[in-house]
């Protein structure tokens, strides 16, 4: 798939739940600035108000859908999002980091929903191929699932449409972001996120640093 060509970087945060992607994400944003690094940090779904309504629908709305209209909805915020805020911030030379993007629809609805059958694969493809803005570099936070349950359990809080799934939906999830980085090794670089918040940021710092070698800031 073309990657996102633009003088910026394109850097996305994947995984199932529990392994720290919006602190991750947070983090490294500020190392960045820090750095002297012009850096736009978002989210899916979401990044824009209408992204960000469809976001609350499709996490806590009540509605049960089919698999093509949920498919749909994830894809209809994120090109909202692609174009009133990522797109732009690529084209003004910005590093951009997002919690959540292709991968999460492929893995979450792909996977954990469609249990990897053929057809929804295809339909979740030929939505990805349309809307386009593939990533530069993804960095997929890999979780066992029983940890990642006990770390939702010690967090409280209200769970989303997918966080409150059943254990084998989170297994199915998890095999999906493997089939992906097994697809795409070139893209997706797999981090180890059951070490402390620490030094998983230590090592996603050091990974970006790889990436941006060479490029001033």
């Known amino acids: ?3 996102s060509k633009s003088n910026g970087v394109f850097i996305t945060l994947e995984g199932g739940e529990g392994g720290g992607k919006t602190t991750q994400v947070a983090r ?3 190392r960045l600035k820090d750095a002297g690094f012009s850096v736009y940090q978002t989210r899916e779904p979401g990044g824009t108000p209408a992204a960000e309504a469809l976001r609350n629908f499709l996490l806590f709305g009540e509605e ?6 949920e498919i749909m909805l994830h894809m209809a915020a994120r090109v909202d999002h692609l174009t ?4 732009p911030a690529l084209a003004e030379g910005k ?3 997002c919690d959540r993007f292709h991968d999460s629809t492929w893995a979450y609805q792909g996977y954990g929903i469609g249990e990897g059958q053929a057809e929804v694969l295809n339909y979740i493809s030929s939505l990805r191929q349309l809307v386009g803005g593939e990533p530069d570099v993804t960095f997929w936070l890999d979780l066992p699932c029983e940890l990642a349950r006990q770390r939702m359990a010690q967090r409280g809080g209200k769970l989303d449409r997918y966080e409150g799934q059943h254990m084998q939906f989170h ?3 998890r095999a999906g972001f493997q ?6 090794p070139a893209r997706i670089v797999r981090v180890d996120a059951s070490r402390s918040v620490e030094d998983v940021q230590d090592h996603l710092y050091d990974l970006v640093q790889q990436r941006l070698a060479g490029r001033t800031a």
């Open 1 to 3: 798939m073309p990657r």
């Open 28 to 30: 490294l944003s500020e």
């Open 64 to 69: 049960n859908f089919c698999w093509q209209s």
């Open 84 to 87: 009133r805020a990522i797109r």
């Open 95 to 97: 590093i951009v980091l």
């Open 171 to 173: 297994q199915r999830v």
């Open 179 to 184: 089939a992906i980085a097994e697809k795409d």
